[in-house]
């Protein structure tokens, strides 16, 4: 390699840095670290088209369509869903179609006729059409191996003798033409005796066969076998055209949908918009006889295509399609659900229904909810793909089709704990696919809490509220009967493990619903709803305060209280408590939907809102002066328009001082939460604009009312809570599965400012800077210490120092037109890789003590840096990068920008000293480097010197893994060893680093230049790397390491299990190799790219390293468990004769206290190198088989130990020793003490038997290693 000759006299000054923080981009963004499994991966729904939809009688749903997956989940074409809509892992249909699935029935006996594009099941030849049973196999009994040789068959109707009508756009069935429909017979044959002559020219979307065996046909044609006949014909049991149905001129374009009603009427439904010559749009009702039935009251659907039309038991018609505009003057969305006589049905709602696309099947089931099936993947803001479960009036179900991750059905409260754990309550059963009944506790990483409430049943039905007590135990109210089994009727208090507290009494409970419950300093507790009973207490009637202990606080009265639901209550400071929800009046006065009451339960008169709101109050929220904010559903305030939200002055009067103008124009506020600096999170079902500002279920707003631009969150559905978390984030919770267009199922943590601090030159505005805060300069700050902000702005002219050692975290960006400067070792970090920095740094760095003619690797930590910016000094074609291409170095123009990623070399200042090393200081000035960072490496094998990005260090073994396979695994970070006492081989060689560890150029003790790798990249740093593919590999913020960080290459990640051990090779003179081996979580004993490192005999005098597969490895992984029989294999260069020595420079993990034996082949002795160092002599060259590590004294190994072997004899007597090998001749044999210490050795000549007469010893135990001819080694004990 051409590095080590031209990088003699280059000195790569490992540089200095500081350590990290926190940061981030826009706020309100998804902080991506809380419940990582909700991803995104798994999908939400099918992820292709649904086309087909059949209910069994097990309420089991058959889906059909396009689609290959659900949930993320390999399911093509055809699948079976439980009632939860999980996959029936009891249907097996093997590989299944390799096609489309179009149509589908169920025969009477209960198999399943399946229809579409395909041409195979399950590797067996189907012909679009295929019968299977009710277990998913294929009934082989309907033959269909040709079937239908064209098109596609899309419509399936079965007669009551079982015949099968078929229709679509194909022309042939077993090879016989059969345009666009025909009968099957049961076998699968084809039925000869349906007369359909040369059938339709055009496709046919549907058939049915009717009550007297007729059959009704639909599609685009305008002819069936001969008879003019638009769109719409109907045949005669023997497939003749029934001419008594008389249809005039038919329709003018496509009929797709067909539904018999009870009464034989006729719905159908298409892209018409006229029916012989009448007027009729989209949808239409036949009498029997094809004459328009006037009694269906439609003006139809003024745009789109009506695809499926399907009736119910009680003659209710769901319509589906992609229509979206209006029918009958009514706004609709793609789905409507009509009444008998054709007029929508005024309590269905479907929200905001399919977001886009179409609507093409439907199913409805006995309880009277309805399937949906098409093309969208959105129903009501939703995130549902392709299929959707509704209710009778119209509500989706959002716990049907889950991806099992999240919360499968809505979370109603959260409550942030001090430990930064999460109590969760809610309507839901599951939380990623463990069963956690409507309540549950998260770690911090959002992941469940396996101790809270372990191995209970939870709460029987949803749970609305809760709060929790100073002393750690949680009071939670809702519409639940039981937990954990026991009776406790919508109120119970449980203590922080999950297990009910047996001292809260609570009798039976109450006979209805709770919705709010607070907690006065007192430790009373004041509980609302829709109740009108406590434990049989008539008077309780939606509003009560309890004792600590559960009994009612006779002491509070509200006399009639609310005569409708209360939805919040909130405790003020001074005592009194404010009430708001549905009512209108409360203890017998005109008081619509907010009252105020004095501590005693009677009516605060002081507080006066007029004639109040004309709907629903469902979030209170008081701001640091007193006022009130006060959210809900309604549009005005005593008379004056106010959408949604407002602000009170203390006494109830309207603030109009708070900017809500226009307010929401859609939806409702069901939560709100003050920020510190009195901003105002506000959520709920709004889904439009406020003051004419998107806004989508979740907006901040400014103390005085305005719309807040920085914070961004939009939500997909409905949110029912918030709460902030001890370090500084949002908790957020309801319906939604998607937040800022990101996977998250009903629970998502944000990251966001709380507040601000301002300098002024003098003092801080709110205290020094710390985890929330929005920092502002708008002085000189000289001597800033360590601090995580949550933004930063430095204004024009000013200058803040960061000193020596420090880091400034910021959560989001870094702004202003001033300038931060960065001393040596300081560092900057964020970890956002989406935020956008414009502010300016001057980021100074150190060099070790250098020379005029030694060079610094450099990488640059902030953009558009020039080269010869770094070193003004520098001789002009002495700026260098490495062009990997020729593999060698390439001289650059020092007026040149640094690319980001890239690494250089810089030789030292002109004005410097070519005797007398001087520290250098670089100065890097401009807008520090965020985000991810890519650089192409070169071809396979290739070196490429890159370099750290970024103003903070980053974590090697984060960047190796992100890049996993596109390089060797090996980081090389060029040294120099000049010693202040002149050693005669010391020379410059490479420290390496890998996700076993790092290897340095000299000995720890030694004191001189001991730097070795440890897993930190300083700031500013360069390096070689080895490309294993030529491909693109990222820096990211993620590598960024994250705390305080006062020492260089300082450790600050977790750690996985490693055992190692550093072994120096060297002489008295300097000359210095050292060699890491490693057993490390994820290595093997073979090669592996990512654990084990190659030498780059980068040193002039000597090499060191462990032999895998012919690779000479400087760092070497082993896999785990450690094994103390393993057997390392150890070489060495050098070009230097005399005296070595090999040693144990340091170890860890089980290595630390594990004798370490080295063998030396040659002279046949073991040393414990945690004991002794081993010298040895060598000459000059290459050996690669004298050294080997055993963690067993190989002296010592006695596999074939005394009697175990008897065809080698010993014997002594008369201080001789006789050896004789009844089968193999005598090679060598070796005498040791017990210690392992080699006394004697000689080689036989070629017989089986040898004695040694002239041996010299004390009395012993001696251990006598014979060594055969055919290299079996047998070792016996002898007392001499």
Known sequence: MLILDLIK??????????????????????????????????GDGFDNVVRTLLLQSDESLIVGGDYTSLNGILSAYFTRLNEDGTIDNSFDTGIGFNGKVYASNIQSDGKIIAAGSFTSFNGRNAGRLIRLNNDGSQDLSFNTIIGATTGIISGISIQPDGKIIISGSFTKYNNVTVNRIARILPNGDIDTSFLTGIGSALSITNTRVLWDGKILVTGNFTSFNGFSSNRIIRLNLDGTVDTSFNIGLGFNDDVNAIAIQNDRKIILGGNFTSYNGNEANRIIRLNEDGSIDNAFLSSGFNNGTVQVIKTDSSGNIMVGGSFTNQYNGTNVNRVVLLNSNGTIKSDFDIGSGPASASVLTLENNLEGSWFVGGSFSVFDGQNQGRLAKINDHGELDSSYLTAGIGFDNSVLKIISLNDKKTMVFGSFTKFNNNSVNRITKLLEDGSLDQNFNRS??????????????????????????????????????ILPDGSIDNTFSTGAGFNNQIYSIAIQPDNKIIAAGHFTRYNNDPSAVRIIRLLPDGSKDMTFNAGLSAEAVIEIVLIQPDGKI????????????SLSHLVRLNTDGSIDSGFSIGTGFNKNVYALAL?????????GSFTTFNGITQKGILRLNSNGTLDNSFESGSGFNKGEVRTILIQPDDRILAGGTFSGTYKSNPSFRLIRLLKTGEFDPSFSSPLNNKLFSLSFTSDYRLLIGGNFNSVSDLSKHRIARLKLCLESTEWNGISWSNGYPSGGKEVFFKADYPNLNSAEVCSCTIDSGKTVTLLEGNTLGIEFSYLGNGILVLEDSASLYQCDDETINNGIIHLKRKTKPILRYDYTYWSSPVNNQK??????????????????????????????????GKGYIIRGPQEFSIEQPTIYEAVFKGIPNNGKIEIKLGQNDSFNLIGNP???????????????????????????????????????????????????????????????????????????????????????NSMRIQDKNNAFFKIAKKTIEKHRIWLNFRNEKGAFKQTLLGYVDGATNGYDINFDGETLDGNQFVDFYSIIEDKKLVIQGRGLPFKDSDEIILGYKTTIAGEFTIEIDHADGCLSHQPVYLLDNIEGKSIDLSINNYKFTTNKGTFTDRFSIHFLNENLKTNEFENDDNSLFISVKNQVITINSSQEKIDTVFIYDVSGNLLFKKRNNETNQMSISNFKSAQQVLLIQTVLKNDKKITKKVIF
């Open 950 to 1036: 970024y103003p903070s260090a980053i974590d090697a073994d984060l960047f190796l893994r992100k890049n996993e396979f596109k390089t060797k695994g090996a980081l090389y970070f060029w040294t120099h060893n000049t010693p202040i006492t002149n050693y005669e081989y010391s020379e410059d060689d490479y420290a390496v680093y890998n996700l076993v560890g790092g290897i340095g150029t000299r000995a720890v003790s030694d004191g001189i230049n001991d730097f070795i790798p440890d897993g930190n990249i300083a700031s500013g740093q360069a390096f070689f790397l080895k490309s294993n593919l030529p491909e693109t590999i990222e820096f990211n």
């Open 867 to 900: 080269l010869i910016d770094v070193s003004p000094q520098t001789l002009f074609d002495k700026y260098m990068s490495y062009d990997e291409t020729i593999d060698n170095w390439k001289i650059e123009n020092p007026s040149n920008n640094m690319i980001l």
């Open 578 to 589: 404010l009430v708001g929800g549905r009512f209108t009046t409360f203890n017998g006065q």
């Open 9 to 42: 006299n280059i000195i790569c000054s490992l540089i200095f840095t500081a350590l990290p923080l926190n940061v981030i981009g826009q706020q309100g963004k998804v902080d991506a670290t809380f419940n990582t499994l909700d991803d995104g991966l798994k």
């Open 623 to 631: 701001q640091s002066d007193g006022k009130i904010i006060v959210g």
């Open 456 to 493: 209970q049943s939870g709460a029987n039905d949803l749970i609305d509220t809760a709060v929790i007590q100073d002393d750690g135990k949680i009071i939670f109210g809702g519409k639940f009967t039981k937990y954990n089994d026991l009776t406790c009727n919508r109120i119970v208090r």
